[in-house]
């Protein structure tokens, strides 16, 4: 038990639905992360959100929408997904100052392991 | 940009075997190196960490030491077990664009321990 949950553990949906995966955090952090980790590639970083701001944002298609309302919630919005979208979402957690002295571990939670059909 | 280099698996080991999981790094600055596993059907749990040069990370029985001279950061553990069968993901964090930390992935080593 890291302290990170994420809802739903699984999800299969079709390319023209929508839906939401959802993380929450219970460590106090005040960063959230949002990785993609498909089979026979690197971890991918999606989405990062500092104090609640978005900080990063690797190059990721309009159909995934991150809304992180407070430190502890983080979401990400599906819809209209393509096939290869499928793959294991991770939501990390972790605690960050400013400046070049806070590099902490991020805490991860189980994923949800997403089908597009 | 920052990178990290991981052998790879699937290793398979008798149990009581000897592990060493290779792990090299590219990167900017100093940063931080970490070892993460993941058990099937899991999230990422950190394994062991270490924060500068020379340091030794270590956790369960596992080691690996920050040479930044090699640029490594090599995974080893004197005698395996059935249970620590998962894939090990080397990482390293440095900072991101937006000046917080990010953490940068291998592409996982996969380890199958049989009896």
């Known amino acids: 038990e890291t302290g990170v949950t994420q809802t739903p553990r699984h999800l299969v949906m079709g390319m023209t639905n929508k839906k939401s995966l959802k993380c929450e955090q219970h460590?106090?952090?005040?960063?959230m992360y949002w990785y993609k980790q498909s089979a026979k590639k690197p971890l991918e970083l999606m989405f990062v959100y500092n104090f609640k701001e978005q900080t990063e944002n690797n190059s990721v298609p309009s159909r995934f929408s991150p809304e992180c309302p407070n430190s502890s919630h983080l979401f990400l919005h599906l819809h209209t997904l393509q096939p290869e979208d499928s793959a294991l979402y991770l939501c990390?957690?972790?605690?960050?100052?400013?400046?070049?002295?806070?590099?902490?571990?991020?805490?991860f939670g189980p994923g949800t392991r997403l089908t597009v059909l | 940009g920052n990178s990290v280099t991981q052998m790879e698996g699937p290793v398979t080991l008798s149990e009581e075997a000897f592990l060493t999981i290779n792990c090299t790094y590219t990167a900017t600055g100093y940063p931080s190196l970490f070892w993460y596993v993941q058990y099937p059907g899991e999230g990422l749990q950190l394994l062991l960490k270490?924060?500068?040069?020379?340091d030794k990370g270590s956790n369960k029985g596992f080691e690996a030491t920050y040479r930044k001279e090699t640029t490594s950061f090599h995974l080893e553990k004197g005698s395996v077990q059935v249970s620590d069968s998962a894939v090990y993901f080397c990482?390293?964090?440095?900072?991101?664009?937006?000046?917080?930390?990010?953490?940068?992935f291998g592409k996982g080593t996969m380890l199958l321990v049989s009896p």
């Open positions: 270490a924060t500068k040069a020379d």
């Open positions: 990482a390293l964090s440095g900072l991101g664009d937006s000046g917080y930390s990010t953490l940068t």
């Open positions: 990390a957690s972790s605690q960050e100052g400013t400046g070049t002295s806070s590099y902490n571990e991020q805490f």
């Open positions: 460590l106090g952090h005040n960063a």
